[in-house]
């Protein structure tokens, strides 16, 4: 199955200073890469995802990377603000095959220092 | 649009007492429904996916006696914890999506605790 793992477990940046998270993934067959935002007892909220027919992806000061050769995809958060503490997932699953069940990357916690 | 509404956000109960929660997308028809269980500081972890209509498939190790799934319509699934004990005790959450391609859209999870 669906391996992800996720770095760092936690990241601490200054108000207006980028962050960036890092995904690795071991089955090919994955093709559709989500990042989900999850605050204190809340559920995950979709910020972004990517599909593996293209390499990056940007909304606002969001963005995603993805190099499939080396399986691997990067989450981009410019300009941060105390608004964007939360934890922060990627995922990945294969939209080919029937079950296209979501497999979580471990989490990063990242806290923005005003 | 993609709303999913979970309910109860917060339960305590005795153990031996079963807990039914409620996954409702209300603006959109889910044909595919997921439950997860996540623990404290840690990833979501897969429990079952629930096809509108038919039998959920359940994780390996989750026991589909215990954890019981419904999905009556392509707006509703539920989970009800029969017998729940303290081990039970997680936060529960669901989330839904419109077809196979598109994505998965969470409910804001269930703290259920098991005195």
């Known amino acids: 199955g669906e391996n992800v793992e996720q770095h760092p477990s936690t990241l601490s940046v200054q108000e207006g200073d980028s962050a960036v998270i890092k995904c690795t993934y071991s089955?090919?067959?994955?093709?559709?890469f989500p990042w989900y935002k999850q605050e204190l007892g809340k559920g995950p909220q979709l910020i972004i995802d990517i599909r593996s027919n293209v390499g990056e992806k940007k909304d606002q000061r969001i963005a995603v990377t993805l190099n499939k050769t080396a399986k691997h995809f990067s989450l981009h958060i410019t300009e941060t603000q105390p608004e964007d503490s939360a934890v922060y997932f990627c995922a990945a699953s294969s939209m080919d095959t029937g079950r296209r069940a979501l497999t979580f990357g471990s989490g990063t916690r990242l806290q923005v220092q005003p | 649009g993609a709303v999913v509404s979970q309910h109860p956000s917060w339960v305590i109960c005795k153990s031996g007492t079963s807990v039914k929660i409620e996954c409702r997308s209300l603006?959109?028809?889910?044909?595919?429904m997921f439950w997860y269980r996540q623990f404290p500081k840690q990833s979501l972890m897969l429990m079952a996916t629930s096809n509108e209509g038919s039998k959920a498939t359940y994780e390996q190790g989750v026991e589909k006696d215990k954890f019981l799934i419904n999905h009556a319509s392509l707006t509703l699934s539920t989970l009800t914890v029969t017998s729940a004990h303290p081990e039970d005790s997680s936060f529960y959450i669901c989330?839904?999506?419109?077809?196979?391609?598109?994505?998965?859209?969470f409910g804001d999870g269930t703290r259920l605790s098991i005195l």
């Open positions: 089955d090919s067959a994955s093709n559709y």
């Open positions: 603006d959109f028809q889910a044909t595919t």
């Open positions: 989330s839904a999506r419109r077809t196979a391609n598109q994505p998965q859209h």
